[in-house]
Nanobody, 114 residues
Framework: QVQLVESGGGLVQPGGSLRLSCTAS???????MGWYRQAPGKQRELVAS???????SYTDSVKGRFTISRDNAKGTVYLQMNGLNPDDTAVYYC?????????WGQGTQVTVSS
């Protein structure tokens, strides 16, 4: 059973930064990883992804502000978030995919407010 644990969320002022971490219970080598978010009353959306070959992709609203990266040896994927604004407020979830399997973390709350 794969476990994903997110950390790094919190309350930040507009314009601030946070770095989210997602650590797996084992290696993430060969896995495709992603960060999703879900705001109240909205559907969960893919924010950023990084493939097993380190190809990255971002939703338009975060391009130029967020950066996804991975450390396979540590079993960890990161989401560096800069220039945060209130529209980024959501629960952020880590997702891991390998072959036909998919796993989710429990989520970490990010709140952007003055």
């Amino acid at each position: 059973q794969v476990q994903l644990v997110e950390s790094g969320g919190g309350l930040v002022q507009p314009g601030g930064s946070l770095r989210l971490s997602c650590t797996a219970s084992g290696t993430i080598f060969g896995w495709d990883m992603g960060w999703y978010r879900q705001a109240p009353g909205k559907q969960r959306e893919l924010v950023a992804s990084i493939s097993k070959r380190d190809r990255t992709s971002y939703t338009d609203s975060v391009k130029g502000r967020f950066t996804i990266s991975r450390d396979n040896a540590k079993g960890t994927v990161y989401l560096q978030m800069n220039g945060l604004n209130p529209d980024d407020t959501a629960v952020y979830y880590c997702n891991a995919r390998y072959m036909d399997e998919s796993w989710w973390g429990q989520g970490t709350q990010v709140t952007v407010s003055s």
